[in-house]
C-alpha cells in the first residue's frame, strides 16, 4: 500500500474524524465540493471551514522525507480543530501543547501522554499540577522560578533548557522577546536544576513563527549544543533531547529551512548517540489546509470604489492580521475554479473594500484588492486560511468564531 492510501486509512479511523462525513475531492474538486455546501444549507449563509486532510497527508508525508531524524510534536496552539489533530495523530505526529485546555483537547483523543511535550515555559500551577496528574512528563523552562515551581508540583518531569536563538529569524513573529535564557544564564540554571534535584533532558528553542532566515537555525543549534556541552561539564546526566521548535512555512521554504538544519546538526551534533531531535511545527501543517468561505453580507457603491461587508471579520479569523502579522487574500467563489464563470475572465474588476461584520471600523480585512463587481449573498473564498485564525478570535459583536462549522475532505495529492 502506498503512503497516501495508507495515510487515508488512518484519517478516516482517526480519533476527531471517525463519525464525520470526509468528501473525497479529485483534483481541483474544492470549487464543487463548497459549493454542494452552501447548496446543501440551503438559506443559512454562515461562513464556514473546509478542511482538506489530504493536503495533511501530504505535509507528512513531505516532512518525513525532508527531515526524518527529527520527531515533528504539532503546536496545538496554532489550531485545534479536533479533526486535524486526530488526523495527525494517526499518521505518528505528537503534539506540543501550552495550556491544560490543550493537553485536554490531545488526551480526549486518546493521544498517550508521553507523545506530549508541555512547550509552555511559563505554566499556571494548577496547570502544572494537572499535568503531573495525567503523567505529561516533559516540559520547557527558562527561569529560576519556573524551576521552584516544578519541584514543588511536578518534580519527576523531565525538563528542556530553552534558550533564546541568537536571531530571530526574520520571523512574522519573534518570540525571542519574551522567551528563552541568555547565555549568560545557563549555567546559574543549571545549577539551580541540579539543587533542587530536577531532571534537565536537554535543550530547546524557536526562531520565531513565520521565519524567513533560515541561517537562524544554524545559530540557536549552537547555542544548544553549549548548552549539552556545559551540562558535561558540570558534572551532570548526558543530554539526550534536541528541541529545535517551530517557524516552518510550507512550500520552498521548508525545503531551505531543512537544509540549514541538516547541516548544523552535522556540524554540531554529529553521531550523538541516543539524541532525540523534536519540534513544534504549528503553521507547517496548519495553514494551507484549510480554506473559509465567507458571505457577502452587505454593499455599498460610492462611483467606481466597491465596499463590501462579510461576516467574518478581524474579530473572527481573520484576527491572524493583527496578531500573525498575515496578508489574506480571497477570490469570488465563482472565479476559484480552473473553470471559472465568465463573470471572472475578462470581467472588469473594482478597486474594492472588504469590511468584517463587527460595528468596529479596525475590523477592515482588505483595502484596494481587485474584485469583479459582487452582489450581497455572493460567497468570498479566502486560502491558507488554517494557522492561527479561528485560533485565536472572539465573539465579539455575537459574531462567534468558535461556531464557525468545519467541512472534512481528502483530495487526491
Ligand atoms: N512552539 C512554541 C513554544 C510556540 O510559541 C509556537 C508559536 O508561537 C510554536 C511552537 C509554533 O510555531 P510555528 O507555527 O511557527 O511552527
Redesign the pocket.
Known amino acids: 500500500m502506498g503512503s497516501n492510501a495508507r495515510n487515508l486509512q488512518a484519517v478516516l479511523g482517526a480519533p476527531g474524524v471517525r463519525g464525520r462525513r470526509v468528501a473525497a475531492l479529485p483534483k481541483d474538486g474544492l470549487t464543487d465540493f463548497m459549493q454542494s455546501i452552501i447548496m446543501k444549507r440551503n438559506e443559512s449563509k454562515e461562513p464556514f471551514y473546509v478542511l482538506d486532510l489530504g493536503a495533511v497527508s501530504g505535509l507528512m508525508d513531505k516532512w518525513s522525507r525532508t527531515l526524518p531524524m527529527v520527531r515533528p510534536f504539532y ?1 496545538v ?2 489550531n485545534p480543530e479536533p479533526a486535524l489533530l486526530g488526523s495527525l495523530a494517526a499518521m505518528g505526529a505528537n503534539f ?1 501543547c501550552a495550556s491544560r485546555a490543550e493537553i485536554e483537547a490531545v488526551l480526549s483523543l486518546r493521544v498517550s501522554p508521553d507523545r506530549i511535550v508541555y ?1 509552555n515555559p511559563c505554566k499556571q500551577e494548577s496547570h502544572i499540577k494537572y499535568a503531573a496528574s495525567v503523567g505529561v512528563n516533559l516540559t520547557t523552562f527558562d527561569s529560576k522560578d519556573e524551576l521552584e515551581k516544578m519541584r514543588k508540583w511536578h518534580p519527576k518531569c523531565a525538563l528542556l533548557l530553552r534558550v533564546k536563538a541568537p536571531e530571530d529569524g526574520g520571523a512574522r ?1 519573534p ?1 525571542g522577546p519574551k522567551y528563552g535564557a541568555l547565555p549568560e544564564e545557563v549555567i546559574p540554571l543549571l545549577q539551580a536544576a541540579q539543587a533542587a534535584r530536577l531532571s534537565v533532558v536537554g535543550a530547546s528553542f ?1 526562531i520565531g ?2 521565519a524567513t532566515h533560515f541561517s537562524s537555525y544554524r545559530g540557536a543549534i549552537a547555542e544548544a549544543k553549549k548548552v549539552f556541552e556545559t551540562a558535561v561539564k558540570m558534572g551532570m546526566p548526558r543530554m539526550t533531547m534536541l528541541n529545535i ?4 512555512t510550507a512550500g520552498s521554504q521548508f525545503d531551505e529551512a531543512a537544509t540549514a538544519i541538516k547541516s548544523a546538526l552535522q556540524t554540531y551534533f554529529p553521531n550523538e548517540p541516543g539524541l532525540t531531535i523534536i519540534s ?5 501543517f496548519a495553514e494551507s489546509a484549510f480554506t473559509l468561505a465567507t458571505n457577502v453580507i452587505g454593499r455599498r457603491v460610492r462611483g467606481e470604489l466597491r465596499e463590501y461587508w462579510i461576516n467574518d471579520g478581524i474579530y473572527g479569523s481573520m484576527n491572524c492580521i493583527l496578531y500573525d502579522h498575515a496578508t489574506v487574500t480571497c477570490k469570488p467563489l465563482a472565479c476559484t475554479s480552473s473553470r471559472a464563470n465568465p463573470m471572472c475572465k475578462g470581467a472588469r474588476v473594482y478597486n474594492s473594500t472588504v469590511f468584517g461584520p463587527t460595528c468596529d471600523a479596525l475590523d477592515t480585512v482588505m483595502t484596494g484588492h481587485l474584485l469583479p463587481d459582487l452582489q450581497v449573498s455572493d460567497w468570498l473564498v479566502f486560502p491558507n486560511m488554517g ?1 492561527y485564525t479561528a485560533a485565536a478570535g472572539s465573539s465579539f459583536n455575537g459574531f462567534k468564531t468558535a461556531a464557525i462549522l468545519t467541512y472534512l475532505a481528502y483530495s487526491n495529492p
Open positions: 503546536a496552539k496554532c506540543d512547550a513573529c518570540l524557536h513563527s513565520g521548535g517551530g517557524g516552518f513544534e511545527p504549528g503553521r507547517f494557522a
